[in-house]
């Protein structure tokens, strides 16, 4: 599926250089962070003055920051700017920062906004109700798809073959709770479909759960994901269903404000 996907690409491609530059940029996986010029050199199947100069150029512009120790590579200030750009473009008015701000305040939790980027879940948007700030290091930061509230939300929408390619690339496990087995994943996602949203049984982080939901566009398609997240003992058959009717509500205030984008009211 992947190698189709890229072989669809380079078929409408006019900017060869471009498409190998931006293949560059797409080696930065949450798995991993850190690469050196033979890291994707191997992985792209380019030669490393190639690499090399592609690397320098990005972190001119600061799309990327060379370690002077390890002499290795990983994503920097410009890269992580323009993630925190979509969340003002993809929807006016500021939408997503109100909506996230409001979830925070009712639930007193800790609310993420994600989107599906690279087979991660990217977040553009969060609010700790404990503070009521936003660190930066979150915006734009990604995390796994299958064992987070958001992007097991997203997962459950997505195609078939979208999902096993995600599986292909390997379910890292991060506590004993993480579903690494394809099968449990697989199973989970459809209890998810069935009752609408998901739960992160402390399946990323020891000690946090998280509720979650899918903003989806006009077509259907997953445009995003919201999740609650707190302490697990904060997280009980009692409180559940509330913070499930409020996300519901929030991300429907979202999914009508896709609609009207889309329709042009906005």
Same mark, same amino acid.
């Given at each position: 599926?992947?190698?189709?996907?890229?072989?669809?690409?380079?078929?409408?491609?006019?900017?060869?250089? =471009?498409?190998?530059? =931006?293949?560059?940029?797409?080696?930065?996986?949450?798995?991993?962070?850190? &690469?050196?010029?033979? @890291?994707?050199?191997?992985?792209?199947?380019?030669?490393?003055?190639?690499?090399? $100069?592609?690397? !320098?150029?990005?972190?001119?512009?600061?799309?990327?920051?060379? @370690?002077?120790?390890?002499?290795?590579?990983?994503?920097?200030?410009?890269?992580?700017?323009?993630?925190?750009?979509?969340?003002?473009?993809?929807? *006016?008015?500021?939408?997503?920062?109100?909506?996230?701000?409001?979830?925070?305040?009712?639930?007193?939790?800790?609310?993420?906004?994600?989107?599906?980027?690279?087979?991660?879940?990217?977040?553009? $948007?969060?609010?700790?109700?404990?503070?009521?700030?936003?660190?930066?290091?979150?915006?734009?930061?990604?995390?796994?798809?299958?064992?987070? !509230?958001?992007?097991? !939300?997203?997962?459950?929408?997505?195609?078939?073959?979208?999902?096993?390619?995600?599986?292909?690339?390997?379910?890292?496990?991060?506590?004993?709770?993480?579903?690494?087995?394809? @099968?449990? =994943? &697989?199973?989970?996602?459809?209890?998810?479909?069935?009752?609408?949203?998901?739960? $992160?049984?402390?399946?990323?982080?020891?000690?946090?759960?998280?509720?979650?939901?899918?903003?989806?566009?006009?077509?259907?398609?997953?445009? !995003?994901?919201?999740?609650? *997240?707190?302490?697990?003992?904060?997280?009980?058959?009692?409180?559940?269903?509330?913070?499930?009717?409020?996300?519901?509500?929030?991300?429907?205030?979202?999914?009508?404000?896709?609609?009207?984008?889309?329709?042009?009211?906005?």
């Amino acid at each position: 599926m992947k190698e189709a996907r890229e072989k669809q690409i380079e078929s409408v491609v006019k900017y060869k250089s =471009l498409n190998k530059a =931006l293949r560059v940029l797409e080696c930065f996986t949450i798995e991993n962070p850190e &690469l050196g010029i033979s @890291d994707i050199s191997k992985k792209l199947g380019l030669n490393k003055s190639n690499v090399f $100069d592609i690397l !320098a150029t990005f972190e001119a512009r600061e799309y990327v920051h060379k @370690d002077p120790m390890s002499n290795k590579y990983s994503l920097y200030n410009a890269s992580l700017r323009l993630a925190g750009v979509i969340n003002r473009t993809r929807l *006016s008015k500021d939408e997503v920062s109100i909506m996230v701000r409001d979830l925070a305040r009712e639930t007193n939790e800790t609310v993420y906004y994600g989107i599906l980027y690279n087979n991660h879940v990217m977040y553009l $948007d969060y609010m700790s109700a404990a503070t009521g700030v936003v660190p930066m290091q979150f915006i734009g930061a990604p995390a796994p798809l299958h064992c987070t !509230a958001t992007g097991k !939300a997203i997962l459950s929408v997505m195609r078939k073959e979208d999902v096993e390619d995600v599986v292909s690339l390997g379910l890292a496990r991060f506590t004993e709770n993480t579903l690494a087995d394809p @099968d449990k =994943l &697989l199973a989970d996602l459809e209890k998810i479909r069935q009752r609408g949203y998901s739960i $992160d049984n402390m399946e990323h982080e020891y000690g946090i759960k998280g509720i979650g939901m899918v903003v989806k566009d006009t077509t259907g398609h997953p445009y !995003a994901a919201v999740s609650v *997240s707190g302490p697990s003992l904060r997280f009980n058959e009692e409180s559940i269903p509330e913070i499930v009717r409020l996300i519901r509500r929030h991300s429907g205030k979202l999914s009508t404000a896709i609609l009207n984008e889309q329709e042009g009211v906005m």
